[in-house]
């Protein structure tokens, strides 16, 4: 099995910043990749960010600019710098990892808040 916990959610203002953070950890591969979703209430849960074993990433178009994800291989560890928050930011923020073998298997973690609001 694999363990993730994400740690680094809170109250934040419009236009600060957080940084999140995600230690996976049991069953893993090292060219998993790995990312994060967020779920607003109400809202279906979307793809945030995704990077690969080699660097590579990918962002939804609403945080492109603002957000940046990194990862440190050697500690098993995903990152989230979010700036310029917006309170259309607010959600449930998951860490998520997927296997690169077959069946390619996804874990989540447990989500952390996060609340942009004045």
């Known amino acids: 099995q694999v363990q993730l916990v994400e740690s680094g959610g809170g109250l934040v203002q419009p236009g600060g910043s957080l940084r999140l953070s995600c230690a996976a950890s049991?069953?893993?591969?090292?060219?998993?990749?790995m990312g994060w979703d967020r779920q607003a209430p109400g809202k279906q849960r979307e793809l945030v960010a995704t990077?690969?074993?080699?660097?590579?990433?990918a962002y939804t178009d609403s945080v492109k600019g603002r957000f940046t994800i990194s990862r440190d291989s050697a500690k098993n560890t995903v990152y989230l710098q979010m700036n310029s928050l917006k309170p259309e930011d607010t959600a449930i923020y998951y860490c998520?990892?997927?296997?690169?073998?077959?069946?390619?298997?996804?874990?989540w973690g447990q989500g952390t808040q996060v609340t942009v609001s004045s």
């Open positions: 998520h990892l997927r296997h690169s073998i077959i069946p390619f298997q996804t874990f």
């Open positions: 049991g069953n893993i591969f090292s060219n998993d990749a």
């Open positions: 990077i690969t074993s080699g660097g590579s990433t």
